[in-house]
């Protein structure tokens, strides 16, 4: 199964105060993190062309006309053949055993859960077989009828993370962990 790796950086990480997709690693070692999980192509998705041009990976400006993120997978989705892998910017637990893990769990599409339970749309995975409704109108809407995938010990890798609290949340709840 060919899969490419859609990884959206397109967002103004205003809620963060600080470009998300630069941080930890950022979109590099989301790339990286792909590859080693035997993803064999992978397009950051980057908003507009000033910052496409503004990646060292194959980046690209979200088409004209674009509404939202769900025009957004739309639009890849016709322009990339076989299985598309969803991977927010702000990934920043995500590594490759959970990639794989969720790659071996989901062959004809699905959408993890999160440690909490909690659908996690911008980890999905779509295959070339997955129906999506035309008129939807938000990225959980178009990918509404995808099977919720339990992620077991990788659930925490498919949290995204949208404001400094949050990240630091995280942070102490890990330092107790370790204690």
Known sequence: MK???LIFAG???RRMGQDKAQMYGGVERLCSVLSQAGVEEVVVLAGTQERADGFAQDAVADPE???GLHDVIRW???RLKGTLLLVPCDAFLLDAKAVKFLLQHV????????EEGHRQPL???????TVL???ANSVSALLSALPSVPSGMHAKAFTNFN??????RHRLEHRRGQA
């Open 133 to 135: 409704p035309e008129k």
């Open 163 to 168: 404001t400094p609290d949050e990240v630091e």
């Open 11 to 13: 967002g103004q990480s």
């Open 123 to 129: 980890f999905s995975i779509i295959t070339a077989e």
């Open 76 to 78: 890849a989705r016709r």
């Open 65 to 67: 006309g674009a509404n």
């Open 107 to 114: 062959e004809s599409g699905g959408m993890p859960l999160d």
């Open 3 to 5: 899969v490419t790796g």
